[in-house]
């Protein structure tokens, strides 16, 4: 599959909003660094977690065979919307919605859908996406092309169906290969190459050429950004644990 957005990485339009709110965050330095503080600005930690989430569900999905077709963070329209995975394969075509609630419990029940008991409007989201893509590329295409949208959870703690989702199919990013390869045949090779290689096209999304971030530099840009929010994690992780053991230290000496 050719095509300018092709070359996009999974996320793309999170990391480059990371990357401009944390463009003016001062560098840690001496104790905040040896502790580990969150480099992170508090703004920009909701988009690098969106962000992680796109990268999680990109890799599952790059396990599915050459027979499907994966394009990530779309531009779509004049107003900043993008779809975070779309999916061209024999099971037809899927818009999949990525919200990243790890460690979370969610709670699914027809058409609400809620995460640690807020209620969220993921699927009603993801069903007019889906509505949205499906006229888009039906009207490239010149006939109907049917789309079906999917929540893409990444890493809860706890997925209750209480009922089946309605509007959009509700998966885990750990359930998502499998349950993209057992929908039933939809489409034939030549078709779905087809509609991939127009779903790459700007033009079909309302654009004359691709988004002017490039893909490699965001990557990296982010990939350094990413490296030191985990590392401060890890000395975090350190230090807590180290407070652990003089804790348990402190109380055998008095036991003693």
Do not use: C
């Not at 889906?130 to 295409?141: E, M, P, T, W």
């Not at 654009?207 to 840009?221: I, K, L, N, W």
């Not at 350190?238 to 804790?247: D, F, M, P, Y």
């Amino acid at each position: 599959m050719t095509g300018p957005l092709r070359a996009r990485v999974a996320g793309q339009a999170v990391m480059v909003e990371t990357l401009r709110l944390q463009s003016g965050t001062p560098r840690r330095r001496g104790l905040a660094k040896l502790f580990g503080a969150n480099p992170l600005a508090p703004e920009a930690r909701s988009w690098y977690a969106g962000a992680v989430g796109e990268m999680r569900v990109a890799r599952a999905l790059a396990k599915l065979g050459p027979e499907w077709h994966v394009l990530h963070s779309i531009p779509v329209g004049t107003r900043g919307a993008d779809i975070d995975h779309l999916v061209v394969g024999p099971g037809g075509v899927f818009t999949l919605n990525t919200k990243n609630h790890a460690g979370k419990d969610v709670w699914v029940a027809g058409s609400v859908l809620m995460v640690n008991g807020q209620h969220q409007k993921y699927l009603r989201n993801s069903a007019h996406e889906a509505q949205r893509v499906s006229k888009i590329l039906g009207d490239a295409a010149g006939r109907e092309v049917p789309v079906r949208g999917a929540v893409v959870l990444v890493a809860p703690r706890r997925v209750t169906i209480r009922r089946p989702a309605e509007g959009a199919a509700v998966v885990t990013d750990g359930q998502l290969r499998r349950w993209l390869t057992k929908q039933a045949k939809a489409l034939e090779e030549a078709d779905a190459e087809q509609l991939a290689a127009l779903a790459a096209e700007p033009a079909t999304w309302g654009h004359a050429s691709a988004p002017a971030d490039d893909p490699s530099a965001t990557r990296m840009s982010f990939g350094t950004l990413h490296t030191a929010v985990m590392r401060a994690h890890g000395r975090r992780l350190l230090w807590a644990a180290g407070g652990t053991l003089a804790l348990f230290g402190t109380a055998g000496a008095w036991l003693r």
